[in-house]
C-alpha cells in the first residue's frame, strides 16, 4: 500500500490488544531494526541497568553515580505481564541538532522488554535539571527519526514522570516558557479531515467509539492526506459510493472501523487506569504539552477528557496560545470547527459534551472537567491501525467483531433464498428476514431505507416494492443493555418481475358424509339424519392471478377477506407451488380456500408432489397426472360445506379411477381465461383466485421507531 509505519516510537498508555500481541516477533523487528539510526545519537549505546520484573509487579531504579540516568526509575505495577519480564535499560549520546526547538535533557533513551505490551499503565520518572522558566516533556522517537509527545504525569526542577505501556525509545527536551507563543497549526480541520458520522456507539461498543473515531481520522491525515491522498470528510460517505449527508448509517465502512477500533484499545478500561495516574497532573502542564508537541511536530494531538461518569476523546488540531484556546474535532460533532477548549490562569475550562452523540441528542451531556495530553500513538499501535485499515479496504472491517448475520427473502412458510444485490424478485411484496449467525448471543433488527426514506415494515417484516429497480438500504440493529445499536447497514438493488399466474385442479372420487341436524327424515320423517354420498366427480380448482410472488423456485400467493370478480367471497387462502431447477416437474404444491357463498361457507384444500411437466409453450409450463396413478401424488385432500341452518357435508375419503386429474398450469402473462367472468365460468366450475394479503401499514406513533426483530415488530 506504499504505507509507512508512523511514529511507531515508544508506544505508550493505552492498547487494547496489549496481551494479544505481547512478545510477537515482528514487533520487536519493528522496534529494533539494530542500532539507533538516527544521524544526532553517535556511539554504542551505554548499558545502564537490567533487571527482571515478575507478575507481581515492581520497580526498578537505575544506579549509575556520575551516570545521565541515575536514579531513573520504571514503576510496573502488579499484574502488567503474565510473566515475569527482562528489562535491559540503556543510552546513547545525543551529539547533534534535532530540530531547533529541541534542546535535550537526556541522551536517547532504550528500554528493551521484549517488546511486550503492558495490560497496565507503567510510570518513567527520569533525574533532569529543568531551569526556572522552563517547560520539560518527553518525545518518543521512530525509526525514522519522527517525534511524537509522550504523556506527562509530573514534572519538578529535578526530574519528570512520563506514562507508557509499551518502550522503546526516547528523550527528554526542554524549551523557554517565553517560546510557546502564538498560533500552532498543524493544517487539521473538521469538515475536511474528520469523519462525517457521528459518534452514537455501537452493538460492540455502546457507550460510544470516541476513541477510535479520533485515532482513525488522526491515522489517515498521517498515512493519506499529508502524503497527498484526498481529504476523508465525505470521502467514504456511504461507502464511497454517491453520497448521502443526511444518512450516516450507510456509511458502514468507517463507522464500523472506528469501533473496531475503540475496541481494539479496549478505552474504558485504560480510561479508568489513566484517571489513577493523570488525574493529579498540572493542567499549566497539559497545556504547555499540547503546545510543545504541536510547535515540534506539526501534527493533530489526542486529548482525553474526564468526569467522575465516564471519558470522552477527541483531537486538538490547533491551539493559541495568545488567547488560550484549544480548537478540537469533537466525533460527537462531525464537521463542526467551533468546538473549543479554553485555558487561562493557569487552568482549563470544563468543556461540554456527552459519551456519545446520543446521549446530547437525548439531553445527557456531560461536564468534562478533567483535560489531558494524550499524544497520538499512546492508545493503539500504528501498524494496528494499518492492519484494521486494510480490513476497511476490503470491506470486511468488523466482520470478526460485530455478530454474523443472515438477510433472506422469505416464502410464506419462513423458508427463502439469501437476499442479495441484483436479485430478481416476483411479488408487490418483499418479505425479508433477518437470522443472527449465533442467534443464542444476539438479538438482531432492522429498518428498511429505498432512495433513503425509511420504509414502513408491516408486522410479518414486509415490504412494498415498486416496478422496476428498488434500491433498497438494510440498517441491521443489535439490542445490548435495553437498547438498540449499530451493526451494519447493506445496500442492494431488488429487481422486481412478474410472478406469473397458476391454476391448480385436483379431480377425484369423493365420498361425502351429509348431516341434517334439524330437517326431516326424507323416509321417515324424524327431524335430523345423515347419509353418505358417492360424488364421481368431485372437481377443486385454484386459480392465481393477483397477489402472488415468486421466490426462489417457489410461486406462492396469500390472500384474506378478498371478494373475486364474480361477485362472490370473501375469500381466505393460500397457494403454494414449488417447480423443480429447470421447471420440469412441480416438487409440492399445497391450495387451499374457504368463502362465504349465499348464506354457506365452502372450504377446499388439497396438498400433492412430484407432478411432471406434460407441455410448455411460450411463458407457460403445464403439469398433468391422470387416472389412478393420481392418488399416489395426493398429500392430502379436504372438501367442506356448511350451512348457516347447521347443514354440513364432509368428505371422509377418496379414490382415483381413470376420471381423477391432477392439472397444474403456469402462466408468465395473465392467461385469457382470467380476463373475464365468462372466461372463468368457462374454465372450472369452482375457481379461487388469490389475493393481496390486506395487512394494512404500521401507524406512525410518536414513541421511538423500534426495529423490526426476525420478521417481527419489536416493542
Not at 446530547?360 to 492492519?387: D, H, L, M
Not at 441491521?476 to 445496500?491: C, N
Not at 387462502?573 to 404444491?589: A, K, P, Q, Y
Request: hydrophobic share 35%; glycine share 10%; charged share 15%.
Amino acid at each position: 500500500m506504499g504505507r509507512s509505519i508512523w511514529k511507531l516510537g515508544l508506544w505508550a498508555i493505552g492498547l487494547a490488544l496489549v496481551i494479544g500481541l505481547a512478545g510477537c516477533t515482528w514487533i520487536e523487528t519493528l522496534l529494533h531494526p539494530g542500532g539507533t539510526g538516527h544521524p544526532w545519537a553517535s556511539g554504542d549505546p551505554v548499558s545502564a541497568a537490567s533487571s527482571t520484573i515478575g507478575t507481581a509487579g515492581g520497580t526498578i531504579v537505575v544506579s549509575d553515580p556520575g551516570g545521565p540516568l541515575d536514579g531513573m526509575a520504571i514503576d510496573v505495577p502488579a499484574g502488567a505481564y503474565p510473566n515475569s519480564t527482562s528489562f535491559e535499560i540503556s543510552y546513547t549520546p545525543i551529539t547533534g541538532s534535532i530540530d531547533p526547538d529541541i534542546d535535550p535533557l537526556t541522551p536517547l533513551i532504550s528500554v528493551d522488554n521484549g517488546g511486550n505490551f503492558a495490560d497496565g499503565v507503567i510510570t518513567v520518572t527520569i533525574p533532569v535539571t529543568i531551569p526556572d522558566g522552563y517547560f520539560a516533556m518527553g518525545f518518543f522517537v521512530d525509526e525514522d527519526g519522527d517525534l511524537e509527545g509522550m504523556p506527562l504525569v509530573a514534572e519538578t526542577p529535578t526530574s519528570i514522570t512520563v506514562a507508557t505501556a509499551h518502550f522503546s525509545d526516547f528523550f527528554i527536551s526542554k524549551i523557554a516558557d517565553s517560546l510557546l507563543t502564538g498560533i500552532m497549526d498543524t493544517g487539521f480541520r473538521p469538515m475536511t479531515d474528520d469523519w462525517q458520522f457521528p459518534n452514537n456507539g455501537s452493538y460492540i461498543e455502546p457507550r460510544g467509539h470516541c476513541a477510535g473515531q479520533s485515532l482513525t481520522a488522526m491515522w489517515y491525515y498521517y498515512e493519506n492526506t499529508l502524503n497527498g491522498t484526498s481529504t476523508l470528510y465525505g470521502r467514504f460517505d456511504n461507502n464511497g459510493d454517491t453520497a448521502t449527508p443526511e444518512l450516516w448509517q450507510d456509511d458502514s465502512l468507517g463507522y464500523r472501523l472506528a469501533s473496531t477500533v475503540q475496541a481494539d484499545i479496549d478505552w474504558d478500561n485504560w480510561l479508568r487506569q489513566i484517571t489513577l495516574i493523570l488525574g493529579d497532573a498540572d493542567d499549566e502542564f497539559n497545556w504547555n504539552a499540547f503546545l510543545y508537541a504541536m510547535l515540534v511536530t506539526g501534527e493533530p494531538q489526542y486529548v482525553a477528557i474526564y468526569s467522575a461518569t465516564g471519558g470522552h476523546a477527541m483531537i486538538v488540531y490547533k491551539a493559541d496560545a495568545n488567547t488560550g484556546t484549544l480548537y478540537v474535532a469533537d466525533p460527537n460533532y462531525p464537521g463542526h470547527s467551533g468546538r473549543k477548549i479554553r485555558y487561562a490562569n493557569g487552568a482549563f475550562s470544563a468543556y461540554e459534551s456527552g459519551a456519545n452523540a446520543a446521549e446530547i441528542a437525548a439531553g445527557n451531556s456531560t461536564t468534562y472537567t478533567e483535560i489531558r495530553y494524550f499524544a497520538k500513538t499512546a492508545v493503539i499501535p500504528w501498524a494496528q491501525i494499518a492492519t484494521r485499515w486494510s480490513e476497511f479496504e476490503f470491506a470486511t472491517i468488523g466482520d470478526q467483531t460485530f455478530p454474523g448475520y443472515q438477510l433472506s427473502a422469505l416464502g410464506s412458510t419462513g423458508g427463502g433464498v439469501p437476499l442479495v444485490d441484483g436479485m430478481t424478485y416476483s411479488g408487490d411484496t418483499l418479505k425479508i428476514g433477518l437470522s443472527a449467525d449465533d442467534p443464542a448471543q444476539h438479538r438482531l433488527g432492522y429498518f428498511v431505507y429505498r432512495d433513503d426514506q425509511r420504509l414502513t415494515v408491516a408486522t410479518d417484516g414486509s415490504i412494498d416494492l415498486v416496478a422496476g429497480e428498488n434500491h433498497l438500504g438494510i440498517y441491521v440493529l443489535g439490542e445490548t443493555g435495553g437498547s438498540w445499536k449499530y451493526v451494519d447497514f447493506q445496500r442492494l438493488t431488488v429487481n422486481t418481475a412478474s410472478a406469473g399466474y397458476a391454476f391448480v385442479r385436483v379431480d377425484v372420487h369423493g365420498f361425502l358424509t351429509i348431516v341434517h341436524p334439524n330437517d326431516p327424515d326424507p323416509d321417515t320423517g324424524t327431524p335430523g339424519y345423515t347419509y353418505q354420498d358417492d360424488d364421481p366427480f368431485e372437481v377443486n380448482a385454484f386459480s392465481s392471478y393477483a397477489g402472488r410472488s415468486f421466490t426462489g423456485n417457489t410461486f406462492h400467493a396469500q390472500w384474506s377477506n378478498w371478494s373475486d370478480p364474480l361477485g362472490t367471497g370473501p375469500f381466505s387462502g393460500s397457494m403454494t407451488i414449488t417447480f423443480s431447477d429447470n421447471m420440469d416437474e412441480v416438487l409440492s404444491f399445497s391450495a387451499s380456500d374457504s368463502h362465504a357463498y349465499d348464506g354457506h361457507v365452502l372450504m377446499w384444500a388439497a396438498s400433492g408432489s412430484n407432478i411432471p411437466l406434460d407441455r410448455i409453450g411460450n411463458g407457460f409450463y403445464e403439469y398433468i397426472v391422470d387416472g389412478a396413478e393420481c392418488c399416489s401424488h395426493i398429500s392430502s385432500y379436504a372438501d367442506n360445506i356448511a350451512w348457516a341452518g347447521g347443514n354440513t357435508i364432509t368428505l371422509t375419503h377418496f379414490t382415483c379411477d381413470v376420471t381423477a386429474r391432477i392439472q397444474i398450469e403456469w402462466y408468465e402473462q395473465p392467461p385469457a381465461w382470467a380476463s373475464s367472468r365468462a372466461g372463468i365460468d368457462a374454465r372450472t366450475s369452482d375457481v379461487l383466485q388469490a389475493s393481496p394479503s390486506g395487512n394494512t401499514p404500521e401507524e406512525a406513533t410518536e414513541r421511538e421507531p423500534q426495529p423490526t426483530v426476525q420478521g417481527l415488530r419489536s416493542t
